[in-house]
């Protein structure tokens, strides 16, 4: 059975580039093929790989980006930026990076702070388990490392938010080991370059990938080439529009070739994504607000928030307030008048936010389904970590603070 392409595909290929495509055929089977028929393949693509990795790094001579990680090469500098840089935009991560390392300069330093001032330094980066999980592993690396990133890649997938591209980042950049990566961006390039015809998110195709990868990292040097891949896939071979006329690969890319590089990767359709109404309250008592934190092992575990939760069906926003803070801290309140909503989108559903100015009417705060809670005046909101979302609540209270003074 062929996943990838027909026999057809086969004869219409150009002769350089069937080794490629009976690979990804033969690997799109699963469960069927042998480990000697794989070796044996990957052995015809080796002309290939050479000529890839050549121009993969003459193009990385000029154009690999200058950014503030790949300055002093640490392992923990690589460590904290590709962490920083899974789902997140290069120019989006660079301040917080430089902030954390003035913050946080060495993994001692991560080690001994608090969670509160990790959380602190992560807020508004989003996804804040990789905080929670770089802030564990830190203590982990100085309890059984010394204090240094083991360079051995099972010791690495024994840390906390460390994974398989993770750690060849690690191993290849900061140790020089020939580990390949497989982020977005070499998933694009290689889908194309290879014209790979199945959804890159299933596991079979996945493997493909990371054997490709592999295959074509020239030794010794796989360091440059996985960053010029990743850059490649940044800046030239991009989501929307990629740029083939400019691309070291293009004479080597199949999809380009072919003139389908928009159809690459093959994407399966993605689910819809769920809104939820959520109530929050700002309580009230004598100038300062009820603020708690959330469980650690849920989403956004750790951080700061106005108590509240989900609307249920057919229930009003008032009731569902009243539900929430009666569950969360085992109070009774009075709901007064409420704040601009606030819309935000997390990856996998979105919410309208309605926040409500309260008071109590009976009870004192429990953490019932909470990790704590606390009083606070607005002076004192910015000592603690919070969402995206609260954040804007925030903003919105001190907005309407000023004018109410002005
Ligand atoms: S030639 Fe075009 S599609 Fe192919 S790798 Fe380069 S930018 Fe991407």
């Known amino acids: 059975m062929v996943v990838g392409c027909s026999p057809g595909d086969l ?50 001579h000029d154009h690999l980006r200058d950014l503030p990680w790949r300055r002093a090469r640490s392992s923990y500098q690589v460590w904290v930026s590709e962490v920083m840089l899974q789902q997140t935009r290069v120019t989006t991560v660079v301040p917080y990076f430089d902030r954390w390392m003035r913050r946080f300069p060495t993994i001692h330093a991560l080690a001994a702070a608090s969670l509160d001032d990790v959380l602190k330094a992560w807020e508004g980066l989003g996804y804040y388990a990789r905080a929670r999980n770089l802030h564990k592993a830190a203590r982990q690396i100085v309890r059984e490392h010394g204090g240094h990133l083991p360079a051995d890649r099972d010791e690495l997938l024994k840390l906390p938010g460390i994974g398989p591209y993770t750690a060849g980042a690690i191993l290849s950049i900061a140790f020089g080991r020939d580990e390949p990566v497989l982020d977005g961006n070499v998933r694009r390039v290689l889908c194309r370059v290879f014209n790979i015809r199945e959804d890159p998110h299933r596991s079979a195709v996945q493997r493909h990938l990371w054997s490709l990868a592999r295959a074509l990292l020239p030794p010794g040097r796989a360091g440059e080439f996985n960053q010029a891949m990743m850059d490649l896939g940044a800046t030239v071979c991009t989501v929307r529009g990629p740029d083939c006329a400019h691309c070291p690969l293009a004479d080597v890319c199949e999809a380009a070739h072919l003139g389908i590089q928009s159809q690459r990767p093959v994407s399966s359709r993605r689910p819809r994504i769920p809104h939820y109404e959520v109530t929050a309250a700002v309580i009230w008592r004598d100038g300062q607000v009820l603020i708690t934190r959330r469980p650690y092992d849920r989403m956004l575990g750790g951080l700061w928030e106005f108590p509240g939760g989900k609307r249920e069906p057919g229930e009003s926003l008032v009731a569902c307030l009243e539900r929430e803070i009666r569950e969360e801290l085992g109070i009774e309140i009075i709901v007064d008048g409420p704040l601009p909503p606030v819309k935000h989108t997390y990856s996998h559903f979105r919410i309208t936010l309605y926040p409500f100015h309260c008071r109590i009417r009976s009870g004192s705060p429990q953490s019932l389904e909470c990790a704590d809670w606390r009083w606070v005046t607005l002076d004192q909101f910015s000592h603690f970590a919070f969402s995206a979302a609260d954040l804007r609540i925030i903003a919105n209270l001190c907005a309407s603070q000023e004018e109410s003074h002005a």
């Open 11 to 60: 004869k219409r290929a150009s002769p350089r580039y069937r080794e490629g495509i009976l690979f990804v055929s033969w690997h799109g089977v699963g469960d069927g093929f042998s480990g000697s028929f794989q070796v044996a393949v990957m052995t015809s693509l080796l002309p290939e790989r050479q000529d890839i990795a050549d121009r993969l790094l003459a193009w990385a």
